[in-house]
């Protein structure tokens, strides 16, 4: 496989799983309020605005995990904590833990 199918792929997982994969969370876990879970699940890819800070914003061979500080592991353990509170605050928490291993598998499944 050349490199622009690596990236090609790479591309297409990463935001499948950010975008597609939260409608199956939405309706396996939350079916009845489906719709509006998936919209919250969406709205907890703004925690990506902390990569505006970073000098350069994209880098594809910079994990964002560890490096951006709504990315950083004292964030992960707030996003963890979220996981014990009911309604909304659970499932920002999920949204936000998900978006991380989707960050995650990004940087070390696929970076070279």
Same mark, same amino acid.
């Not at 970073?54 to 964002?64: E, Q, T, V």
């Not at 990315?71 to 509170?85: K, P, Q």
């Not at 909304?88 to 949204?95: A, H, K, L, Y």
């Given at each position: 496989?050349? +490199?622009?199918?690596?990236? #090609?792929?790479r591309?297409f997982?990463? &935001?499948? /799983?950010?975008?597609?994969?939260?409608?199956? %969370?939405?309706l396996?876990f939350?079916r009845?309020?489906w719709?509006?879970?998936y #919209?919250? /699940? #969406?709205a907890?890819? /703004?925690?990506? @605005?902390?990569h505006? =800070?970073? +000098?350069p %914003? =994209?880098?594809?061979d !910079?994990g964002?995990?560890?490096?951006? $500080?709504l990315?950083? &592991?004292y964030? %992960?353990?707030v &996003?963890?904590?979220? @996981? $014990?509170?009911?309604? +909304? %605050? !659970?499932?920002?928490g999920?949204? /936000?833990l998900?978006?991380?291993?989707t960050? #995650?598998?990004?940087f070390?499944?696929?970076?070279?």
């Amino acid at each position: 496989m050349e +490199n622009s199918d690596i990236a #090609l792929i790479r591309t297409f997982v990463h &935001y499948f /799983l950010h975008f597609v994969f939260p409608v199956f %969370i939405a309706l396996v876990f939350y079916r009845k309020t489906w719709k509006k879970t998936y #919209l919250i /699940l #969406l709205a907890t890819m /703004l925690v990506d @605005l902390d990569h505006l =800070f970073a +000098n350069p %914003i =994209f880098d594809p061979d !910079r994990g964002s995990v560890g490096f951006h $500080f709504l990315h950083s &592991y004292y964030a %992960i353990a707030v &996003y963890f904590l979220m @996981l $014990f509170f009911k309604g +909304n %605050i !659970r499932i920002v928490g999920i949204g /936000l833990l998900f978006h991380m291993i989707t960050d #995650l598998q990004d940087f070390y499944c696929w970076s070279h």
